[in-house]
Structures are given as structure tokens and as C-alpha cells.
């Protein structure tokens, strides 16, 4: 037997499923950041690496950032791995042909 609350039921169960579906929707990435001319980097810091938290963490090394007026030092940390198969590209600096320098961010891949 079949109830005059059924279809409504239905209707709000499809909704409700189709909403919560919509959530775990890909975000599309965020924009990069703008990229931020400097003049040469100096020569990176050697940091003492502390013991990992864990095995799923890396070392991200530290570098220097450009605050528009001088060099600012970034100190390295640990960064948890998003799954077991991702490896950090470190970021990195990178000379145009007019001389100035830009980062670019690492990432996970």
C-alpha cells in the first residue's frame, strides 16, 4: 500500500540528495597569485631540520619573501602530505630577462 505521502517523500529525499551532492563538488582552484617582481633573492639560510611530527609530514624548506622594500626570511616547516602518493615541489625563485626575480609557489603533486 502505497501512501499520498510518498511522493513527497521522495521529492524531498532527491532533493536532499541531490543538495548534499552539490557540496562535494570540486571548487574550482583558487586564482594564482599576483606575481611580484623583486631584485635578486639572497642566498638562502641553512636551517636545522627538526625531527618529523610524522611520516606523513615533509619538510618544507624556508626562504626569502619580498614585502616590497626588503627581504623578509619565511622559515621552513613540516606540511602533512594530502595523500600518501604526493610529493612537495619546492618553490623557488626565478630570474626574468630584465633582471628581477619572481617566486614561484610550491605545491604538491
Not at 32 to 59: L, N, T
Not at 98 to 108: K, S, Y
Amino acid at each position: 500500500m502505497v501512501s499520498p505521502l510518498s511522493p513527497r517523500l521522495r521529492l524531498a529525499g532527491t532533493l536532499f540528495a541531490t543538495l548534499a551532492l552539490a557540496g562535494c563538488a570540486a571548487s574550482p582552484p583558487p586564482p594564482p597569485p599576483a606575481v611580484v617582481e623583486a631584485p635578486a633573492p639572497p642566498q638562502a639560510r641553512i636551517e636545522v631540520v627538526p625531527p618529523s611530527p610524522g611520516a606523513s609530514y615533509v619538510w618544507v624548506a624556508g626562504h626569502w619573501g619580498w614585502n616590497g622594500r626588503e627581504w623578509a626570511w619565511r622559515p621552513g616547516h613540516y606540511a602533512e602530505r594530502p595523500n600518501r602518493q604526493a610529493d612537495w615541489v619546492a618553490g623557488h625563485w626565478v630570474e626574468r630577462p630584465n633582471g628581477r626575480w619572481v617566486w614561484v609557489e610550491g605545491r604538491w603533486r
